[in-house]
Structure formats: structure tokens, C-alpha cells
């Protein structure tokens, strides 16, 4: 069987317009994710994680907590709240700080933000040149009110990013968990972003998932820890299946930098559009918990038993975006195939961030097939994230999970009856085995996560 990967992504394909529309079509047509409020016409750059999606996103944020908290004795979890107190932000820097340059096109009325602009004399939505007003700074919180009244005491902010709730922890989780420096906390949730452009579907949108991780180390130890973070991070992405290619790791130049970061680098992928930041490592110093003293009065630091020294300990952060990253495996997994006379869509997803670990389908609806098989898949769903599907022709439903990434199909056919055994199909090879149902759960044991 002749088999052509054409559309996969690779270097020199660059930019592919055409694979960003596919994606999108894809994630409307197989509930991946769709344009949020759709009845009522859309709310612009938000999105709804349909039941596919709602799946992938997950297996993205658990393989991150896996790797950064499940599987390390150094790092402990949080849940911080979203709303927040002026307070925190002040102490941050972000009230005065968290913005972006806004420019106004005075021939359209276009918004833009200038340091996005790919000619900063130029309206991309119009094409005149010079028609920018001066560009004022524009401060991304969401700014919103806590109680019933209206006043300034009941000012509230919805967090711009996870990491503030971890250091305004930091005391609480140092005295609870027991941990020292090197340790760290980590975090997934929400954020919010008030974008002056969003777009690039759900690559920058208002309302978006990061993970976090403040990892608190002894200050003569942080370029060592950042060095390490910088790696294990990197790693990680080709670990759950990134193409290396696709992938790079970008050290800011010293004109990019924060004035309290002694080094940042930015893992990126290369989207449709060219290389764009998945999560930026940070170096932070002892900026953040410095701040936090100094506006609570509350001492943040670390005494340290062995050495009888007290000091503020420097932070190392990854801050990874959950959905931008799950956006960035649908890309890099996408691959077009020639069958035969047929095209085939496959996401070839690594199986922990596969939506569905395998499906169960019966060859037909008849009752005789149906019962053992649903008795199968009740058997397996104990065990892994598995899809049903009783519909239409058995090469469409192989196509339907081909196209969602599902490692393995299990058929249910009416052999199965007298030999207790089934077919189970391989995604990727599309090669076909028959397994004795006693023994599926064991051989798959050896495949899935
Ligand atoms: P950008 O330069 O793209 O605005 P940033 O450098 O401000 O991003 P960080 O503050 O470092 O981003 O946030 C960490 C991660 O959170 C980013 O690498 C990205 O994956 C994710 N992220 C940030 N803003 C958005 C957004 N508006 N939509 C989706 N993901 C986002």
C-alpha cells in the first residue's frame, strides 16, 4: 500500500496557512473546539472545548502534572484563587506594569498592538501607511468588582497569570509541606488576559489555561536550576511526541529581557505562521517574593538550620500555556496520508495526550454483537478514556478515530461470538491483529499509558 505523508509539517513548509484552516475545520467538525457562543453570532477569540477537546486538554494538563508534580518529591501542587485583591497586583508590578502598546488607525479605526506589528508604520487591516496615533499603553487586567458595592475597596482583578497565587503562598506551603529550597509549587488554571489582538484561533485569546511551576532554590544555586528547567522542559515536549524540528529553544537577548531576569529562554514551536512562544523559563531572582515582603510586611524567607542563615530565595519559573500548547500537538500531529485512491486524515498523537486511548466497535448493530460488545468496552472504560461508536461502514469509523488520534480500534465482529477474540487495529501502521479477548487487557497494558 503506497502511503505519502505530504502535509505533515516540516521545515521548509513554512508558512502554512493551509494546515491552520484544516486544523480549525477539524476541531469545529470532530468537538475539539468550537467558536464560543456561536448561536448568539460569536464572542470574538473565545472558545468552547467540545468532547473531544475537553479530553486532550486534559491528558495535556495531567501529562504536565505528572511530570512536574506527580513524579518529583521536590514539587508540590496548588489551587489558587482566580479574584484577587489590588493589593497583589500592586505588589506584582503588574498595575503598573502589565500592559502593552495600543496604536489606533485613524483612516480604519484598527487596533493594534504596536510591538506585534510586522511593519510599525503600516495598518495590516487597511494597508495605509503612516495613519497610527501615538501608541498609548494599555493595561491587560480584567479589572471587576467583589460584593455589592460600588466603591473602591470592592475592586477585584481576575489574575493575568497563575504564578502570584504560588508566591504569595510561598510561607504557607513552606511551613505546611515541610519542603526547603531547592522545591517548588505548581499550578494550573485559569488566567486572563484583556488581548489587544487576539487570534491565531486559540493561540492568544482573553481567557486562557497556564501551567506554572515557582521553583524556590538558594540564591548561588539558580543559574544551575535555571539551566536544568531549561532542558527538563524542553524535553518534555519531544518526550509526549513533538517533532525535534519543530521545536526550538530561544534564549531572550539582553534588550528583551525583565530588569530582575538574569535569563529567560522560550520554547517554541513552529506554527503556521513561523516560530512563536509555547512557554517561557525565567530566572527571576528574588524579585517576586522581595516585592510580596516588602507591600504585606510579611517575611518571606528561608532560614536555613545547617548554614544559620536566613535568605530570600531566587525563583526559577516555566510558564507553559495549557490550551496554546495543545494547539501546538494538533498541529504537529496532523498528518494527511494517501491510501490508496483515498486521502487520510490522522492525528498521530502520542498516546497519553490521545483524546481517546481506544474504541470499541461492534461490527453491527445487531443485539448478538452489541451486548458483548458493550460488555467489552464497560470492562475496558475501567481502565482507559474509550470511545463507542455502533455507526455507518467499519473503514468510516476506523477514518473517525484515525482523525482524533485514538491509538487503537478494538472490532467486536461476529467471529468474536465463537473464538473470543477481536480485531484490534494499530492508528499509525494501520496493521490489523487478532487478539484473544483474555488477553487484551494485558497486551494493551504494554502499549497505553
Ligand atoms: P506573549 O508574548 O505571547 O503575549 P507572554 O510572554 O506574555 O506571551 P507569559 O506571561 O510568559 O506570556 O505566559 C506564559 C505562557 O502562557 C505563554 O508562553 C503562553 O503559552 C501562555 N499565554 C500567555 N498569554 C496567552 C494568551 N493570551 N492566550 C493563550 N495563551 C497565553
New binding site residues.
Given amino acids: 500500500m503506497g502511503r505519502l505523508a505530504f502535509i505533515a509539517m516540516t521545515q521548509e513548509q513554512f508558512p502554512n496557512s493551509e494546515l491552520f484552516d484544516k486544523i480549525v475545520n477539524l476541531s469545529k467538525r470532530r468537538g475539539i473546539v468550537y467558536p464560543s457562543a456561536e448561536i448568539y453570532g460569536g464572542f470574538r477569540s473565545t472558545y468552547d472545548y467540545g468532547p473531544v477537546g475537553v479530553l486532550m486538554l486534559r491528558n495535556v494538563k495531567d501529562a504536565w502534572w505528572r511530570s512536574m508534580v506527580q513524579l518529583r518529591h521536590d514539587v508540590v501542587g496548588l489551587d489558587a484563587s482566580i479574584l484577587g485583591p489590588p493589593a497583589v497586583w500592586e505588589a506584582s508590578g503588574h498595575l503598573s506594569n502589565f500592559s502593552d502598546p495600543l496604536v489606533d488607525c485613524k483612516e480604519c479605526g484598527a487596533r493594534h498592538r504596536e510591538d506585534k506589528l510586522e511593519d510599525p508604520n503600516v495598518c495590516p487591516t487597511c494597508g495605509n501607511t503612516g495613519t497610527f496615533t501615538e501608541a498609548r499603553q494599555f493595561n491587560l487586567m480584567f479589572k471587576t468588582q467583589a460584593g455589592p458595592v460600588e466603591d473602591t475597596a470592592a475592586v477585584a482583578y481576575l489574575r493575568p497569570?497563575t504564578a502570584q497565587g504560588m508566591f504569595i503562598n510561598f510561607a504557607n506551603v513552606l511551613y505546611t509541606s515541610r519542603k526547603k529550597p531547592p522545591f517548588g509549587i505548581a499550578q494550573i488554571g485559569k488566567s486572563f488576559?484583556n488581548?489587544i489582538t487576539?487570534g491565531n484561533f486559540?493561540?492568544?485569546?482573553?481567557e486562557?489555561e497556564?501551567m506554572e511551576m515557582e521553583f524556590f532554590v538558594p540564591p548561588a544555586e539558580a543559574s544551575e536550576w535555571y539551566s536544568y528547567w531549561c532542558d527538563k522542559r524542553f524535553n518534555w515536549y519531544v518526550e509526549h511526541g513533538m517533532t525535534e524540528a519543530n521545536i526550538r529553544l530561544r534564549p531572550h537577548g539582553d534588550d528583551e529581557l525583565s530588569h530582575y531576569s538574569s535569563g529567560t529562554s522560550d520554547v517554541e514551536f513552529l506554527f503556521p505562521w513561523g516560530w512563536d512562544?509555547?512557554?517561557?523559563i525565567a530566572n527571576r531572582g528574588n524579585f517576586d517574593l522581595t516585592q510580596h515582603m516588602e507591600h504585606s510586611g510579611t517575611k518571606l524567607e528561608f532560614f536555613d538550620q545547617a548554614a544559620n542563615e536566613r535568605y530570600i530565595p531566587h525563583v526559577i519559573e516555566p510558564?507553559?500555556?495549557a490550551?496554546?500548547?495543545m494547539m501546538a500537538f494538533l498541529m504537529d500531529a496532523y498528518h494527511e496520508e494517501q491510501v490508496n485512491d483515498d486521502t487520510r486524515v490522522v492525528l498521530k498523537l502520542h498516546p497519553r495526550l490521545a483524546p481517546f486511548k481506544l474504541a470499541v466497535l461492534p461490527l453491527s448493530k445487531k443485539p448478538e454483537l452489541i451486548g458483548p460488545a458493550t460488555e467489552l468496552y464497560e470492562h475496558l472504560a475501567e481502565h482507559w478514556m474509550c470511545d463507542f461508536d455502533q455507526t455507518q461502514a467499519i473503514g468510516k469509523r476506523y477514518r473517525r478515530q484515525d482523525e482524533i488520534g485514538t491509538p487503537y480500534c478494538v472490532t467486536f465482529d461476529f467471529d468474536s461470538l465463537d473464538d473470543n477474540a477481536v480485531t484490534v487495529r494499530d492508528r499509525d501502521t494501520m496493521e490489523q491483529v487478532r487478539l484473544p479477548i483474555a488477553e487484551l487487557q494485558a497486551w494493551l497494558s504494554e502499549r497505553l499509558p
Fill in positions: 497569570e488576559r488581548e487576539p486559540v493561540f492568544r485569546t482573553r486562557f497556564q512562544e509555547l512557554e517561557g510558564a507553559a500555556g490550551t496554546r500548547t
